[in-house]
T-cell receptor, first 113, second 110 residues
Framework: AQKITQTQPGMFVQEKEAVTLDCTYDTSDPSYGLFWYKQPSSGEMIFLIYQGSYDQQNATEGRYSLNFQKARKSANLVISASQLGDSAMYFCAMREDRRALTFGSGTRLQVQP | NAGVTQTPKFQVLKTGQSMTLQCAQDMNHNSMYWYRQDPGMGLRLIYYSASEGTTDKGEVPNGYNVSRLNKREFSLRLESAAPSQTSVYFC?????????FGSGTRLTVV
């Protein structure tokens, strides 16, 4: 079974609107962390936001927030007020028991003017 | 600037040639990783090193070897390159707080 599932290969959003990128995960570890990364066309991996499995509140970082629903094993990324520079690939990833990150297949977001 | 440095940035190999991808970090991280990213896919773990002197296989280790030379350096070796190893390779390091990625090596095997 896939550990990280991103079901949206591609998404479009209008500039200044909000968009939600879906991520579901599968783990039996009680302690885990969920990460979102942005990969622009230049190729580098840019860390966006982190949510720990024991965190009581949803993580937020500027225009990024993570909608963490533990019982449903989902960790969706919400980008508010989209900008043209948000066009990129977005990857959800999970760390279990301080091991390496496992990545999903990604979602390509295109922001339209 | 502190971070993860990968060399080379680009490489073209002929089938059967060997090469070593170099990675160094200056953040005093214990753990280091090698990933590969194929077109349209996420990153897949090749090998990782939880600490100096230890290495473990990841999801796709076949055709690769690694060396954790010291705390700073973690190299990836292709002994006999194959076209299936055409990919972008990322090195990363981590501590308890997060991961830092290098800028990647784009490898083409012809």
């Amino acid at each position: 079974a896939q550990k990280i599932t991103q079901t949206q290969p591609g998404m479009f959003v209008q500039e200044k609107e909000a968009v939600t990128l879906d991520c579901t995960y599968d783990t039996s570890d009680p302690s885990y962390g969920l990460f979102w990364y942005k990969q622009p066309s230049s190729g580098e991996m840019i860390f966006l936001i982190y949510q720990g499995s024991y965190d009581q509140q949803n993580a937020t970082e500027g225009r990024y927030s993570l909608n963490f629903q533990k019982a449903r094993k989902s960790a969706n990324l919400v980008i508010s007020a989209s900008q043209l520079g948000d066009s990129a690939m977005y990857f959800c990833a999970m760390r279990e028991d301080r091991r390496a990150l496992t990545f999903g297949s990604g979602t390509r977001l295109q922001v339209q003017p | 600037n502190a971070g993860v440095t990968q060399t080379p940035k680009f490489q073209v190999l002929k089938t059967g040639q060997s090469m070593t991808l170099q990675c160094a970090q200056d953040m005093n991280h214990n753990s280091m990783y090698w990933y590969r990213q194929d077109p349209g896919m996420g990153l897949r773990l090749i090998y990782y090193s939880a600490s100096e002197g230890t290495t473990d296989k990841g999801e796709v280790p076949n055709g690769y070897n690694v060396s954790r030379l010291n705390k700073r350096e973690f190299s990836l070796r292709l002994e006999s390159a194959a076209p299936s190893q055409t990919s972008v390779y990322f090195c990363a390091s981590s501590d308890n707080y997060g991961y830092t990625f290098g800028s990647g090596t784009r490898l083409t095997v012809v």
